[in-house]
């Protein structure tokens, strides 16, 4: 029983059951970027993904990190007469190849969309059957990304070794292409992908279509709860819904494959900026990909100070790799003073020692909630250094850029003399090993081996942490 614990509590504090190497050398941090499905559905065309990657890089968010710029569905208008896709003439008129030369010219990564099935979920031509012409298709056209969906698959689903043949043949096509291509699958966690995601591909989405609510049930996203392997995983399923589901699969992700929570919200429908800031921080603890699901054209200053914030993007992009683990959730009955909802407490390893935590009000009022050392390092035994250490306590949104200089920098279409991070310059990796504070937040307050960790936190909203022991 003893041995048993130490090595469950190895396991989940060193990720080791997710972290084997990457299968193709891409995905050693998850993907960020952007992609169109969630404000633009099939409205695609040349000109918004241009003008998207210049804005993109003009406001500072691709020195952010956000580099992959990911087509979705609807770009084609069929196959050729000897079966090789087209690309739509009015949307692309001077074909995909333009785009992604565009793109690479300014340093972004092109990603494009293909389903494994007869056709795409809007009813374009789907991959199934045409991998590897298709995979030539993409790696001539100078794709760096395929997002590879599962709609229209004639059945071929319902046991794992079924969906994983369907996604392998994709795979193996794109390596025989001997272009590095990020792939991520899209096949909505179905025949449980996180057990077999990491063999052939970089990420995998692991549940239905994400909609801009908090906790809105909808009865189209049908397992409400901690059901990882909802047999329909449908659409319209909320951010609290998608999370739930994700909570025990980070066990199964690391290091060059990730569980894939769906494109960010934020600024997308009419989420708070409590909503958005609790989105993006659970997105960045899970190591779900950053891709950013807004109009970057209409973005508000406050949301654009969530996708901006550095010291939540060093979360994702942690050298470890680990995925964090939600140690209590609890249920809110409606007679209680703070509202009615459900409250969570989630904490992960970092590279260096640090710790995130993130304690998470999904009710509807703002609530007292603490913890405490036993619950954060709730892996440790007892007497380790971990529980009898003191621990500097980060708040990692205390330092936000302020709403003014997200105005101008939107207004003025350049990051000017504002202090954005800019990893291009400085990696994560390098800028949290030099101890860079612009990704550390800031300190306020500390935490010992006996104490309490008190704090308010909003509805609908999350107090985010990072732990560095005391000196
Ligand atoms: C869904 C997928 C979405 C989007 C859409 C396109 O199946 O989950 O993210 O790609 O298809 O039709």
Known sequence: MFLLYLFSSFAAVSGVLGSSPSYNGLGLTPQMGWDNWNTFACDVSEQLLLDTADRISDIGLKDLGYTYVILDDCWSSGRSSNGTLV?????????????ADHLHNNSFLFGMYSSAGEYTCAGYPGSLGHEEDDADFFASNGVDYLKYDNCYNKGQFGAPETSYNRYKAMSDALNKTGRPIFYSLCNWG????????????????????????????????????????????????????????????????????????????????????????????MWAMVKSPLIIGADVNQLKASSYSIY?????????????????????????????????????????????GDQVIALLNGG??????????EEIFFDSYLGSEQ??????????????????????????????????????????????AKNDTRLFGTKIGSISPDGLLNTTVPAHGIAFYRLRRSS
């Open 190 to 281: 179905q025949d449980l992908t996180f057990y077999w995601g990491s063999d052939i591909a970089n990420s995998w989405r692991m549940s239905g279509d994400i909609y801009p609510e908090f906790t809105r049930p909808d009865s189209r996203c049908p397992c409400d709860g901690d059901q990882f392997d909802c047999a329909y995983a449908g659409f319209h399923c909320s951010i609290m819904n998608i999370l739930n589901k994700a909570a025990p699969m980070g066990q199964n992700a690391g290091i060059g494959g990730w569980n894939d929570l769906d494109n960010l919200e934020v600024g997308v429908g009419n989420l708070t900026d409590d909503e958005e800031k609790a989105h993006f921080s």
């Open 364 to 373: 509807n009022k703002a609530r007292p909630m603490n913890t405490n050392l």
């Open 87 to 99: 690309a739509d003439k009015e949307k692309f008129p001077n074909g995909m190849s333009h785009v």
């Open 387 to 432: 529980l009898t250490s003191s621990w500097d306590i980060y708040d990692l949104w205390a330092n936000r850029v302020d709403n003014a200089t997200s105005s101008s920098i939107l207004t003025n279409n350049s990051v000017g003399n504002a202090t954005i991070y800019n990893a291009t310059a400085l990696s994560y990796k390098d800028g949290l």
């Open 308 to 352: 901006s914030q550095a010291s939540i993007i060093a979360i994702n992009q942690d050298p470890k790799g680990v995925p964090a683990t939600r140690v209590w959730r609890h249920q809110v009955p409606q007679t209680d003073k703070y509202g009615q909802g459900e409250i969570q407490f989630w904490s992960g390893p970092l590279d260096n």
